[in-house]
């Protein structure tokens, strides 16, 4: 079999309402796909996280190195693209170009051998998994202190048993809305909270020291992602577990976030930091180091479902046991009008669960008319 045509499919759609998280407004979502088709009629899907125009063109400078090569040389393919690129992206768009063009080739390789991706990556230790609603942001309109809690409770009427809110929107004013969330969902609901790198460590400790209190399940991204020290601060003076690494990328960077202790759970994006080739490795690696790995999902039903195949062959947080913790699927509960309508048939929860595609290769059909639909002109 041998790779004949890489194609990006650079989507877009209009959002009805923006909504902001600690650094940025959105009013618009993109979504970077990546298709390659083979001499035997086998077409794999996969997603770039990043800034969608240029992870593009970063495929489209790998794409030359892809054809006539055999696709289910998955790691063979990696190190070449990333020897060719090394000099120059190491981290950043290069590794999330990689990263779509790896998780494609996996869907083939599903495809190829009429099995599941998770099958192939060691067999499912699991086969639906629990998953946490990421919402949360700001509006443009209300007070926070009464969406927010009302937004919060819907999720937990929905079944979900764990909720991320956004905070980095000052020190008062996380601590008010931490509060008020954690009053409308109760003491039996996970909350975590996420800065966005937002704060430095002495901000972040401030809020931490604030917040602990209202039983944090996970306190993410307290600073921006190179301060490695101020990670290693936040996580000294906190009790709350600290999470991180959407940011960073490949086996290597992981290393240093790794041998430093500088988190407690690391997040790296199937669709950023490697592909599915690569964040196996890292979740190797994490094991070994007794870290916990949850997965960053922000992406549309292609980044879910990878995310939901690697999901299937983590291995629990805690050693086996008879009730070990298992990692969770992060589930953007914002609006993303492309996020399930590139899917043939939606990836749902059912009361905060979420089952692994079962069919060959990431277990997915893309719906080639939505495609068609969001095209960025
Ligand atoms: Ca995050």
Known sequence: ???????????????????????????????????????????????????????????????PWLIGQDPLRTDFLWQTIYANLRDHGQKGVVIQGLSGIDIALWDIKGKHFGVPVHQLLGGALRTEVQAYATGLYRRRSGDPLHYLPDEAASYVAEGFKAVKLKVGFGVEEDANVTRAVREAIGSDIALMVDANHAYDAVAAIHLGRTIGQYDIGWFEEPV??????????????????????????????????????????????????????????????????????????????????????????????????????????????????????????????????????????????????????????
Not at 13 to 29: K, V
Not at 47 to 57: D, K, L, Q, V
């Open 224 to 377: 921006p992602p190179e301060d490695i020290a101020g990670y290693r601060a936040v996580k000294a003076a906190l009790p709350i577990p600290i999470a991180g690494g959407e940011c960073e990328f490949t086996r290597f960077g992981f290393r240093e976030l790794l041998v430093s202790r500088a988190l407690d759970i690391i997040q790296p994006d199937t669709c950023a930091a490697g592909g599915l080739s690569e964040c196996k490795k890292i979740a190797d690696m994490a094991e070994a180091f007794a870290i916990r790995y949850n997965p960053h999902v922000w992406g549309t039903g292609i980044a879910i479902a990878a995310s939901l195949q690697l999901l299937a062959v983590l291995p629990p947080h805690t050693p086996p046991s008879l009730a070990p913790l298992a990692p969770m699927l992060e589930f953007d509960r914002t609006e993303h009008p492309i996020r399930q309508a590139i899917l043939s048939a939606p990836i749902e929860h059912v009361r905060g669960v979420v089952r692994v595609p079962d069919g060959p290769g990431l277990g997915i059909e893309i719906d080639r008319k939505a495609l068609a639909r969001f095209a960025a002109r």
């Open 1 to 63: 079999m041998k790779i004949t045509r890489v194609r990006t499919h650079i989507l877009k759609a209009a959002l009805s309402q923006p909504f902001a998280y600690s650094r940025a407004w959105y009013d618009t979502r993109m979504a970077m796909v990546v298709e390659i088709e083979t001499d035997q009629g086998l077409t794999g899907w996969g997603e770039c996280y990043g800034p969608a125009r240029i992870t593009a063109a970063a495929v489209e400078t790998m794409a």
